[in-house]
C-alpha cells in the first residue's frame, strides 16, 4: 500500500524545508555506505547499471548526507550530483564528500520549482 500523507500523520511535516534543515544537525560525519551492508542491493547495481569505466552520471535528489553518493563513486566510478533544497543538508553533504575525499557537484535547489 502506497504511503500517503492521510495513512502517516507525520509525512506532511517531512514535506517541510524547515523539516529538513534541521534532521541533519548534528549527524556524525563520515558517513558512507559499504557494499558488505547493503549485499542485496549492490548485487542488484553491479547486475543492472552501467559497469565502472563508462563516464557515466549519478544524480541523487534528496542527497543529504551524501553517503550513496560516494558509494556510488566509490564502487561504480560515477561522476556524482546530489540535489537538496535544504541549506544544511547542503553543507553536511559538501563536508562528508569532503572527508571521503569524493569529487562531487551540490546543488542547493528544490527539483520541482528549477
Same mark, same amino acid.
Given at each position: 500500500?502506497?504511503? $500517503? ?8 511535516? +517531512? *514535506? $517541510? @524545508? ?9 549527524? @556524525?560525519?563520515?558517513?558512507?555506505? +559499504? ?7 549492490? #548485487? !542488484? =547495481?553491479?547486475? =543492472? ?7 557515466? $552520471?549519478?544524480?541523487? #535528489?534528496?542527497?543529504?548526507? &551524501?553517503?550513496?553518493?560516494?558509494? =556510488? ?5 560515477? $561522476?556524482?550530483? &546530489? *540535489? ?6 547542503? +553543507? !553536511?553533504? +559538501?563536508?562528508? *564528500? @569532503? ?6 557537484? /551540490? /546543488?542547493?535547489?528544490? *527539483? =520541482?520549482?528549477?
Amino acid at each position: 500500500m502506497p504511503l $500517503s500523507v492521510a495513512a502517516d500523520p507525520n509525512a506532511r511535516e +517531512r *514535506l $517541510s @524545508k524547515d523539516y529538513w534543515e534541521h534532521v541533519w544537525q548534528g549527524v @556524525k560525519l563520515p558517513r558512507t555506505v +559499504r557494499p558488505a551492508a547493503v549485499p542485496d542491493e549492490h #548485487a !542488484i =547495481f553491479k547486475r =543492472f547499471l552501467p559497469p565502472p569505466g563508462n563516464q557515466t $552520471s549519478l544524480l541523487e #535528489a534528496g542527497c543529504a548526507p &551524501g553517503r550513496w553518493l560516494h558509494y =556510488f563513486a566509490d564502487n561504480f566510478g560515477y $561522476s556524482v550530483t &546530489g *540535489l537538496d533544497y535544504a541549506d544544511d543538508a547542503c +553543507r !553536511i553533504t +559538501r563536508r562528508n *564528500l @569532503k572527508l571521503l575525499d569524493t569529487p562531487a557537484e /551540490i /546543488i542547493n535547489a528544490d *527539483l =520541482f520549482s528549477a
